[in-house]
């Protein structure tokens, strides 16, 4: 059984020809599960969200590296290369998935040295953490999946206690509204508390599969408070008040 809604939850628009699933979490970083079904979101958010929240996120440099070293694919089959250097010269380490090979892309220096056996060892670079702290980009991102997986489980709820298929239009407190609205539209400059804590080093051709938690935060007098979201190798902890 499953519950429909009225309206989208983000813009207020109509359901009616909503054909699109939304991935609470992007496919590019290894969520298969956290999805919301049609129906729930509509065409034009989900889409929004794709282009201006997900895209600008994942293009971060230190989650584009995240990406590479784990072998995590977007819908295309395609993996971020990694950045190296080989005798110096900076370089680009690509795995091409559909032929199941590594590619190298140098300097022609760089390549004849290869050739001759010249060659020191391959060095990984590894981004810093830090342009993921106080970021417009990276406070948005984490507010559409607070905002979502928040929709998922108030979703889940609704159709435990209830036993037939219906509609219903979701009533939300200011507050979360106002969170609903951030998410949608924006507000330049706004950026909520959150923090961004590196787990474990980043190390290259990581082979472990367990890319995603998600929990919130929950007080028996603040209610929830936040959000703590474990994605591969970093720690976010998001406050929403």
Do not use: W
């Amino acid at each position: 059984m499953k519950l429909k809604l009225y309206k989208c939850p983000f813009c207020g628009g109509e359901l009616t020809d909503s054909k699109s699933i939304e991935h609470i979490i992007p496919e590019s970083l290894g969520n298969t599960t956290l999805i919301l079904d049609k129906g729930i979101i509509c065409d034009k958010c989900n889409n929004y969200f794709a282009r201006k929240i997900e895209n600008d996120f994942l293009n971060l440099e230190v989650i584009k590296a995240i990406r590479s070293n784990s072998f995590i694919p977007n819908k295309n089959n395609n993996i971020p290369p990694m950045t190296v250097f080989v005798n110096g010269s900076k370089a680009k380490f690509e795995y091409n998935a559909k032929k199941d090979v590594f590619l190298l892309g140098c300097e022609p220096e760089a390549a004849y040295n290869i050739f001759k056996g010249n060659t020191d060892k391959m060095m990984f670079v590894v981004p810093s953490i830090e342009e993921l702290k106080n970021n417009y980009i990276v406070s948005r991102f984490l507010m559409k999946v607070f905002t979502e997986y928040l929709l998922l489980l108030h979703l889940e709820y609704e159709t435990s206690i209830n036993e037939n298929e219906r509609e219903f239009n979701i009533i939300k407190e200011k507050e979360i509204e106002e969170l609903f609205h951030y998410v949608r539209y924006g507000k330049q400059g706004k950026v909520y508390n959150y923090s961004a804590e590196l787990m474990k080093k980043i190390v290259p051709f990581n082979v472990d599969k367990e890319y995603i938690q998600l929990e919130y935060l929950f007080d028996e007098e603040k209610g929830i408070y936040g959000m703590k979201m474990k994605l591969l190798y970093i720690l976010f902890v998001l406050y929403i008040n």
